[in-house]
């Protein structure tokens, strides 16, 4: 998120919620504190100043960090929110928005993350097992 107003409220918000928060403003900012920690989501606003969200979302897929993302979007714009979860943005948030909203989205990302990954433990661990497969046991 490039707008401090915005970071701040979110950081509260998030911190209050016992969430720990990490903030960027930029983006070279964000690629730098993903470089050392590997946060639980992000928060990424689609409208920034030096790159559109969209472009960041692709650089974290190219990545293959596999955190999951909220997408941020004061607009509305619902060709930019498509773009965003066909983009890999597991969910997005109207801005302004209520702190259980907030709060809400990104508990269900952590969540869904959270499961997806064990989902790929399993099949990684016995990858003879498929979505339709089942056990005789």
């Given at each position: 998120?490039?707008?401090?107003?915005?970071?701040?409220?979110?950081?509260?918000?998030?911190?209050?919620?016992?969430?720990?928060?990490?903030?960027?403003?930029?983006?070279?900012?964000?690629?730098?504190?993903?470089?050392?920690?590997?946060?639980?989501?992000?928060?990424?606003?689609?409208?920034?100043?030096?790159?559109?969200?969209?472009?960041?979302?692709?650089?974290?897929?190219?990545?293959?960090?596999?955190?999951?993302?909220?997408?941020?979007?004061a607009s509305g714009d619902q060709q930019s929110v498509w773009a965003?979860?066909?983009?890999?943005?597991?969910?997005?948030?109207l801005k302004p928005f209520t702190p259980n909203t907030l709060i809400m989205r990104v508990?269900?990302?952590?969540?869904?993350?959270?499961?997806?990954?064990?989902?790929?433990?399993?099949?990684?661990?016995?990858?003879?097992?498929?979505?339709?497969?089942?056990?005789?046991?």
């Amino acid at each position: 998120e490039d707008d401090e107003t915005i970071r701040e409220l979110a950081d509260l918000i998030l911190s209050q919620a016992g969430f720990a928060v990490l903030r960027a403003g930029k983006v070279e900012e964000a690629q730098e504190l993903l470089a050392r920690q590997r946060p639980a989501v992000i928060l990424l606003d689609i409208q920034m100043p030096e790159i559109s969200g969209l472009d960041l979302l692709g650089w974290l897929k190219q990545q293959r960090l596999n955190i999951p993302v909220v997408m941020m979007t004061a607009s509305g714009d619902q060709q930019s929110v498509w773009a965003a979860m066909e983009g890999g943005a597991l969910d997005y948030v109207l801005k302004p928005f209520t702190p259980n909203t907030l709060i809400m989205r990104v508990r269900k990302a952590i969540v869904a993350s959270r499961e997806a990954a064990a989902i790929r433990r399993n099949f990684t661990q016995d990858p003879s097992r498929t979505a339709g497969s089942r056990s005789n046991a």
